[in-house]
């Protein structure tokens, strides 16, 4: 109770835009940290996520994108002024993931050392917690900043939606046409898809997928919904999960909504379940939204996008789970999922959500401690348990997230860095911040 209170405070602090009490954090360094640098470096990172996912510096078969540089660039800053601790357990468990991983690699002759080096590079900042006077200070500017950004993405979303039936250039849909290639983020991506008749789904101009979009909003919905509750916010990324036309966003909110934590989430299901069927009886001719109903059957459908994502990883993930012999336990090698995928005899071929990715390169030992990596972090962060179960789907099936620099941000910035008041390692450490945050919250 002291921390949910402790946490609302923080929470009332941002939504009705109070100053923080913040000059500068004394730290055991004797540093200080400048309020507009940490923020700024927050402003860049979240910058990244929304404005600047399709960028990044090209070498030509990879680039490194802007994402990766961002987190870096608030690590190096909080270790730096002293306000950044390392979490003993993280530790631990990064240590299992690495070395889990090389083994992997050395036992299948090393398939793709770039893939493990980048695995260890991008999970590397998860072993790293906000001391708790900076959790206080910077947590409530990184979450506001994080939800403005999605509410402006969504509101742009919903603007290129209405504007394609005036504007009919590719760029409307495909921005990245419009980066220069020395800074073009590599891959392929279904940035422009056509919806039923002829309309094209909005991914929020900036995005890289539809998809994107539409598990973005749903995250800062959930951010919302459960900590800052204002209506015109939720309105907004309501309108840019619908104008995405995608169903990422909307299974990421039933496990968030629904998903039962406490016994308050039956009724909440009623609830919402009633006020969505009344939005889509209203809306479903103007928008179709019987494009989200209409793709249950897409699991039974070789070819289609969820028998992609779900069903033919399962069935890649059989074929060759015992063979070679050790593939079980250490998996088939960093970057293997890839060439396998190839091979794979079914119409559209196999997608690479994290759980199937996991267990395909890294075995049933690299992938648990791979997710029991990410459920510490998760756990033992600020937000309610719904949000945590809707980011831990949202990981691990929403898509291709094991080696996303951008998803890697959203789980750092808005998650991971910011632990709870009463994590027993704080405590231990930092016994005196700690306890006055607990008294000043009862």
Sequence with gaps: MQTRASDRMLELQLSRGAPHHFDAVATTSNHSIPEFLFRSSISILVSTIFIFPQFGINFGSYSLNFSLIAIYLVLVLGLFFGGFQLSLPRILLYFAVTFFGVVSLRANGGPSAPSFVLLAVIYFPLVFVAKPQANEDWRPFAIGKFCDYAAFVAVVGCVQFVAQIAIHGDWLFASYKLIP???KASGVYNTVIEAAGGLKKSNGFFLREPSFMSMLCAIALLLEYFHYRRPM??????????VSLSGTGIIILLFGLFFPVRLNSLVRAVGLGAAFTVVYLILSEVLDLSVFTNRVAEFQTPGTSAY???VAPYLLLSRDFDYPPWAALLGHGPGSISAAAL???SPGGSHDPTWAKSMYEYGLLGAFAILSLLVVSLWRSWPSAEFKIAMLYAWL?????????????LLFVVVSLWPKTNDPWLQADFPDEVGAQLASSK
């Design 181 to 183: 290639e020395p800074i």
């Design 397 to 409: 099936a929403s898509g291709g997230q094991l080696l996303s620099p951008d998803f890697m941000a």
């Design 308 to 310: 992609a994502r779900f």
């Design 233 to 242: 916010r939720l309105a907004m990324l309501a309108g840019g999960m619908l």
């Design 343 to 345: 091979t794979f005899a």
